[in-house]
């Protein structure tokens, strides 16, 4: 378990302190790799696909990423790299919505503080 630890990412390089580091460090090892990869390919697809026209489209791609996950655990020739491919992919696209969310939040904030600033200057409440 990584609790009570504390990673320090810094481009490709992990600063790791606490104890137990020999016991863990498979573990962080691996959960760093899939860090990097999830951020890997949210850039791919952000290159090639651009970012998400909106909430919507980005909710239909997700579900497409999941059935495609679901479909390849329920395999009976499942392959292991293909299930960590399917869930890197589903988990950049769940990384893509949440900026996306995070976007609508801040204009929405925006669209707010413009509709008070204009009915203070107009007298309203």
Known sequence: MLIGQR???KGNKVNISGNNYRRLKIERMFT???LFAIRQERDRSDKIHGNFASIHEAIAVIREEYLELETE???RDFSPNRIEEEA???AAMC???ISLAEHYDLASR???KER???NETSGKK
Do not use: A, M
Request: charged share 20%; aromatic share 14%; with cysteine.
């Open 116 to 118: 008070d600033t204009e």
């Open 110 to 112: 925006i669209v707010q």
């Open 32 to 34: 760093v790799n899939f």
């Open 95 to 97: 990384w893509k919505i």
């Open 73 to 75: 655990c329920f395999r």
């Open 7 to 9: 990673i320090v990412l």
């Open 88 to 90: 890197i992919q589903l």
